[in-house]
Nanobody, 126 residues
Framework: QVQPVESGGGLVQAGDSLRLSCAAS????????MGWFRQAPGKEREFVAR????????TYADSVKGRFTISRDNSNNAVYLQMNSLKPEDTAVYYC???????????????????WGQGTQVTVSS
C-alpha cells in the first residue's frame, strides 16, 4: 500500500480558512474509514476528525467541532479537511490516516490507524 499524501497547509492569520487534501491510492480506498490527526510541537498526536467509508457519517474532536468539516470523494480516492475560523491553537502538523477499524467502533487513537501520510504544516498567527 502506498501511504497517503497530504497537501494544502500553510501560514494563515487567525480567523482565516484552509482546506487540506489527502490523496490516497489503492482500489480499496472506499473500504476504509479515514481520519485526520494533528500534532503540535511537544505534544502527542491527537484526533481531529474521522469519516465513514461512504462519507455519510463524521465525528469531530470537541476542539474543532463547528469549525472543521471532513469529507471524502471515493471516485478520486481523496479525503478533505475544510478548516474555518482558524485559531493559533490549531497550529500543528496535520496527518491523514487510514483506519483498521470500523466506523461504529469509534477509531480515535493513532493505534487504530495503520497508514499515515507525511503530514502538512498548518501555522495560524494571532
Amino acid at each position: 500500500q502506498v501511504q497517503p499524501v497530504e497537501s494544502g497547509g500553510g501560514l494563515v492569520q487567525a480567523g482565516d480558512s484552509l482546506r487540506l487534501s489527502c490523496a490516497a491510492s489503492g482500489r480499496s480506498f472506499s473500504s476504509y474509514v479515514m481520519g485526520w490527526f494533528r500534532q503540535a510541537p511537544g505534544k502527542e498526536r491527537e484526533f481531529v476528525a474521522r469519516i465513514s467509508r461512504s462519507g455519510g457519517f463524521t465525528t469531530y474532536a470537541d476542539s474543532v467541532k463547528g469549525r472543521f468539516t471532513i469529507s471524502r470523494d471515493n471516485s478520486n480516492n481523496a479525503v478533505y479537511l475544510q478548516m474555518n475560523s482558524l485559531k493559533p491553537e490549531d497550529t500543528a502538523v496535520y496527518y491523514c490516516a487510514r483506519s483498521i477499524r470500523t466506523y461504529s467502533s469509534g477509531p480515535y487513537y493513532p493505534k487504530d490507524y495503520d497508514l499515515w501520510g507525511q503530514g502538512t504544516q498548518v501555522t495560524v498567527s494571532s
